[in-house]
DNA sequence: GCGACAG
DNA sequence: ATCTTGTCGC
């Protein structure tokens, strides 16, 4: 595993391979929900599943494994990337989307867990958070709300209101996606505050940990 | 020195 | 992340 050093090097190698655009006939039909499980002294469980246009689960994967690396504020990727992109791997269904856990660009170095995820697995993916890592103005109370989450001068993401009178969470782009589109397919995948594909990745994992 | 800090 | 059931409300 690396160093802190070597982590934060590795992210600014990679950060200039994000692209924040999508492809032209982007239209993702299978969306992939990530989420990794912890358990004791450092077990982790990697999930993953695989929603079709109805959010009807298509496909799923779990890769249990160790956590190699210690939970550090903005190097988050280099805890659950490894069990992450091993999950991805055994998919049988390929996403055409990958829904992250955390932080895309919303990072104080511009690659969090979501950018890093698809820059190595070449997919578009989304960052939804839970907590920001900066400040943000709180949006409407209703559905679909959303302030633009500002970092440095730059609109790194937006805190969406994904249901009525809910907390907000917090969407920024990962990769080959732009922040628009990343935030419509948040909205579709909601039936409660979180997205379904976190929520049943979530599921998934706490489910093999035992 | 004290508090904050994606999960 | 995790420790944790039922319960009140829409």
């Keep these: 595993m690396p160093t802190v ?45 695989v929603l079709d246009a109805d959010l009807r689960t298509v496909d799923e994967a779990v890769v249990s494994g160790v956590a190699e690396f210690p939970y550090v504020s903005g190097l988050f990727a280099f805890r659950e990337l490894p069990s992450l992109l091993a999950a991805v791997k055994k998919l049988t269904v390929a996403p055409d989307l990958l829904v992250c856990d955390g932080q895309g660009v919303a990072h104080p170095r511009r690659f969090g867990l979501a950018c890093h995820l698809g820059v190595l697995a070449d997919l578009p993916s989304i960052g939804v958070a839970k907590t920001p890592m900066g400040p943000y103005d709180l949006p409407g109370t209703a559905k679909g709300s959303c302030t633009d989450l500002v970092d440095d001068g730059e609109v790194v993401g937006r805190a969406l209101r994904t249901c009525d009178d809910v907390k907000p969470v917090f969407v920024s782009v990962g990769h080959r996606i732009d922040l628009d589109r990343a935030c419509a397919e948040v909205l579709r995948l909601c039936r409660t505050r979180l997205p379904e594909t976190t929520r049943r990745a979530d599921s998934l994992g706490r489910r093999h940990l035992r």
């Design 5 to 49: 050093e070597e982590a934060v090097a590795e992210q600014e190698r990679l950060r200039p391979l994000v692209r924040a655009v999508a492809d032209p006939d982007f239209t993702p039909r299978f969306v992939a929900g990530l989420d990794v499980a912890y358990g004791d002294d450092d077990r982790v469980v990697g999930a993953v599943v």
